[in-house]
């Protein structure tokens, strides 16, 4: 599976931005899906997560009520929805792909990982 993420951009606090992740190959509905970011001096941290069928997600207590993953097996793509932005959300945001049924936030469990993709957010 490759994983293509778009979307990032400079946008001022408050604001919102979807972010994409486009994936090759034909088994991608199999997969679960996450976004981590990591910025400067950081580790990457986990975001959010989703189940092969968008049945069951997951969220990071900071962005937990302003953020919202989903995604469209049939056009092979993952979103990340991002409300309410705020400096503390400035980072890489990269996507990946799991091929375990379940959610994890240990971004050691995923198998694939897209190029990442810059937010910045202006305070």
């Known amino acids: 599976v490759q994983l293509q993420a778009s979307g990032g951009g400079l946008v001022q606090a408050g604001g919102s931005l979807r972010l994409s992740c486009a994936a090759s190959g034909r088994t991608f509905s199999s997969y679960a899906m996450g976004w981590f970011r990591q910025a400067p001096g950081k580790e990457r941290e986990f975001v959010a997560a989703?189940?092969?069928?968008?049945?069951?997600?997951s969220y990071a207590d900071a962005v937990k009520g302003r953020f919202t993953i989903s995604r469209d097996n049939a056009k092979n793509t993952v979103y990340l929805q991002m409300n309410s932005l705020n400096a503390e959300d400035t980072a890489v945001y990269y996507c990946?792909?799991?091929?375990?049924?379940?959610?994890?936030?240990?971004?050691?469990?995923?198998?694939?990982w897209g190029q990442g993709t810059l937010v910045t957010v202006s305070s």
């Open positions: 989703i189940t092969w069928n968008g049945g069951t997600t």
């Open positions: 990946a792909a799991d091929r375990r049924t379940w959610l994890t936030a240990n971004p050691r469990e995923y198998d694939y």
